[in-house]
């Protein structure tokens, strides 16, 4: 089966610009997660889809950032406007099944300068 | 806060001997806890999965174990090959906030 595809794979912006990273998840997973890794940092957690509905989104850092996932299917994360802080490589996962884990894809890298 | 602490530095094996990571948290109270391989460049590869009322768990040359008393996991992979080294990181799972990950053990096998 087709894994987590992310899209694009690195991206550079100017601050202030405004940036859409995509995630197609498995087919048939209905969890749909984003996590952020920082330099120097775990990655954290961002926010989690089930189905095209927002589960928990208490680890956005702030309103600049916008998710969506139409009709269930594929999600997209905007960052608007970008800020350097907002630098990191940005992972989509998508699961099942709990005993099955997640899968992640191989991730956005985002650089804002 | 919560916090996971992983070995920070890398680990060094010869190959064939038995690589032990360490997965320790605090202010966590979690209902699986999880290992995941991650290669550079690449996204996290889950390995396994272990539940809170599980001592421990295995899966051809890994084997997990997890100590809620002491809050700590371990990660053994046995017989271990070159092909093996990689980052490995450990993510907790218990509350609606997703998985809580540690910033991860990079393992070098040597021949």
């Known amino acids: 089966e087709a894994g987590v595809t992310q899209f694009p794979s690195h991206s550079v912006i100017e601050k202030g610009q405004t940036v859409t990273l995509r995630c197609d998840p498995i087919s048939g997973h209905d969890n749909l997660y984003w996590y952020r890794r920082v330099m120097g940092k775990e990655i954290k957690f961002l926010l989690h889809?089930?189905?095209?509905?927002?589960?928990?989104e208490s680890g956005m850092p702030n309103n600049r950032f916008l998710a969506e996932r139409t009709g269930g299917t594929y999600s997209t994360l905007k960052v608007q406007p970008a800020e350097l802080e907002d630098s990191g490589v940005y992972f989509c996962?998508?699961?099942?099944?709990?005993?099955?884990?997640?899968?992640f894809g191989s991730g956005t890298r985002l650089t804002v300068v | 806060s919560q916090k996971i602490e992983q070995n920070s530095e890398a680990l060094n094996i010869q190959e064939g001997k038995t690589a032990t990571l360490t997965c320790n948290y605090t202010?966590?109270?979690?209902?699986?806890l999880q290992w995941y391989r991650q290669d550079p460049g690449r996204g996290p590869v889950f390995l396994l999965l272990?539940?809170?009322?599980?001592k421990e768990k295995r899966k051809e040359r890994l084997k997990v174990t997890f100590d809620t008393t002491l809050k700590q996991s371990l990660f053994h992979i046995t017989a271990s090959q070159p092909a093996d080294s990689a980052t490995y990181l450990c993510?907790?799972?218990?509350?609606?906030?997703?998985?809580?990950f540690g910033k991860g053990t990079h393992l070098i096998i040597q021949p």
């Open positions: 993510a907790l799972e218990g509350g609606a906030d997703g998985l809580t």
């Open positions: 202010n966590y109270s979690p209902a699986y």
């Open positions: 889809f089930v189905k095209e509905s927002k589960q928990d």
């Open positions: 996962a998508s699961s099942h099944v709990r005993e099955a884990g997640y899968t």
């Open positions: 272990i539940r809170e009322n599980e």
